[in-house]
């Protein structure tokens, strides 16, 4: 009875409620839902949609100094920020400019993205010097590490071998390699400043300093393996040193007497006579190693972009280098390598010339920027966002070092370019003059204005 009784009044609440609604409100709301409806299916058919978000800062984020101005370094930008009370060490804040006074756009770290040379221990030896980067000076770097070698006039890096590849660019002077492979090929050759040198795992070589220059030679090694250590090279006179001397005179069937005066211990870097540049290898039954170990990098030319300039050498060129790829860029003052990522490998980098600063974008909010000199190591993970901007009055030039056998990068304008323009206005709220004028074909070093440094 209850029940029913709640019903009835339901109903009357209800008719009287409809009753009191007039006829061209109901119809005004009916109107007002379709134009909703009408409204959504237009937003969705394409129509400029509302802010959601904050627009972003008009904050230019100017780097605040660099090598060639006399602003006293300090961790402030604009109203952000104060001057430091404590201990300061001057000369790596000027250095630094964007690790100590940050872009505003920076957020969360991306972990240490930099190394200098100048910070690794230096192994000093007879006839020259070593020194190395990997994941101990830098964790980041996963997936390659680097060796800053120098070789007196014929000074000589004693015959080795190692569990990777070795890649070389060749800094200064001439380096003359021998290699023989495991069918009993082998190689000579003299590699020249800005050329390359490579030999696959286990293959054993030398490298020896030629007097094309009194001064002798330098080069950087790239090993595709971030954990790799020089002290772990396998050379030969560490090897005969540690192997009974009975062994060592039957394997060569000779006399024991005759190898009295083996090393004792490993020679690593020695002095030595200089080689001739023309110098040949003892004739092989199997002949010479068919892919050259060797590239002249130096005599390509470079192709010219609105900024600069870059080369690539990769195993579609240096055919025996399959485990790592380089671009050689150039960057004028005032303009920059363009906003991209490789989308399959990490960039291990390397600064030859000039000044430059980086920022790592790694997605979820998270970016952070590096400044660079001369000697300076960078590392950008696989398919981090990044660009490279000469922060400088000078000519920069790097190396983009991949572990790859090609070298491959996406560029941010041309993937805008040439995603349909709709989408792009819907995403960036840009005017269409502005997307036309979007490069279909990739920019690599792009021009900009001077110097634009704020202080």
């Given at each position: 009875?209850?029940?029913?009784?709640?019903?009835?009044?339901?109903?009357?609440?209800?008719?009287?409620?409809?009753?009191?609604?007039?006829?061209?409100?109901v119809s005004a709301s009916s109107s007002a839902s379709s134009s909703i409806a009408e409204a959504a299916t237009s937003t969705s058919g394409g129509a400029s949609p509302s802010p959601t978000v904050p627009l972003a800062s008009d904050d230019p984020n100017y780097w605040l100094w660099n090598e060639t101005t006399t602003t006293d370094p300090q961790p402030e930008r604009g109203s952000l920020?104060?001057?430091?009370?404590?201990?300061?060490?001057?000369?790596?804040d000027k250095q630094n400019p964007d690790i100590l006074a940050p872009p505003t756009t920076d957020q969360g770290t991306v972990g240490n993205?930099?190394?200098?040379?100048?910070?690794?221990?230096?192994?000093?030896?007879?006839?020259?010097?070593?020194?190395?980067?990997?994941?101990?000076?830098?964790?980041?770097?996963?997936?390659?590490?680097?060796?800053?070698?120098?070789?007196?006039?014929g000074a000589i890096r004693e015959l080795h071998w190692h569990q990777t590849a070795e890649w070389a660019y060749v800094l200064s002077g001439s380096t003359q390699i021998s290699s023989v492979d495991q069918l009993g090929r082998?190689?000579?050759?003299?590699?020249?400043?800005?050329?390359?040198w490579y030999f696959p795992p286990g293959i054993p070589h030398s490298l020896q300093a030629?007097?094309?220059?009194?001064?002798?030679?330098?080069?950087?090694?790239?090993?595709?393996?971030?954990n790799f250590n020089d002290d772990d090279t396998l050379l030969l006179t560490d090897w005969l040193a540690h192997t009974p001397k009975e062994v060592i005179a039957k394997n060569f069937q000779d006399n024991i007497a005759d190898w009295d005066d083996i090393p004792g211990s490993q020679l690593y870097i020695f002095p030595g006579v200089p080689p001739p540049d023309n110098q040949q290898p003892p004739t092989s039954p199997a002949g010479e190693i068919p892919q050259p170990f060797s590239y002249a990098f130096s005599e390509i030319t470079p192709t010219q972009y609105t900024g600069g300039t870059a080369k690539i050498a990769d195993s579609t060129t240096f055919k025996v280098a399959t485990k790592i790829a380089v671009a050689e860029v150039t960057v004028e003052p005032g303009a920059m390598r363009e906003?991209?990522?490789?989308?399959?490998?990490?960039?291990?980098?390397?600064?030859?010339?000039?000044?430059?600063?980086?920022?790592?974008?790694?997605?979820?909010?998270?970016?952070?920027?590096?400044?660079y000199q001369p000697g300076d190591i960078s590392y950008i993970p696989t398919a981090y966002g990044h660009y490279v901007e000469n922060t400088g009055n000078?000519?920069?030039?790097?190396?983009?070092?991949?572990?790859?056998?090609?070298f491959q990068d996406v560029s941010l304008a041309q993937w805008l370019a040439l995603t349909?323009?709709?989408?792009?206005?819907?995403?960036?709220?840009?005017?269409?003059?502005?997307?036309?004028?979007?490069?279909?074909?990739k920019g690599v070093v792009v021009g900009g204005p001077g110097a634009n440094v704020s202080s």
């Open positions: 009875m209850g029940k029913f009784l709640a019903t009835v009044l339901c109903a009357v609440l209800y008719g009287s409620l409809a009753a009191a609604i007039p006829v061209g409100d920020g104060a001057n430091i009370l404590g201990p300061q060490n001057v000369a790596i993205a930099k190394w200098p040379f100048s910070l690794s221990k230096q192994q000093l030896n007879t006839g020259g010097w070593v020194r190395q980067q990997n994941v101990q000076q830098m964790p980041i770097a996963t997936a390659m590490a680097g060796v800053n070698m120098r070789l007196e006039s082998n190689y000579v050759a003299t590699v020249r400043q800005g050329d390359l030629t007097n094309d220059s009194s001064e002798g030679t330098e080069f950087l090694l790239i090993f595709p393996d971030g906003m991209h990522w490789h989308p399959t490998q990490s960039e291990w980098g390397f600064f030859l010339e000039g000044t430059a600063r980086v920022t790592l974008f790694a997605g979820t909010a998270i970016a952070q920027t590096f400044d000078t000519t920069l030039k790097f190396l983009e070092i991949f572990n790859s056998d090609v349909p323009p709709a989408l792009v206005k819907q995403h960036l709220q840009l005017s269409d003059a502005t997307i036309s004028r979007f490069n279909r074909t």
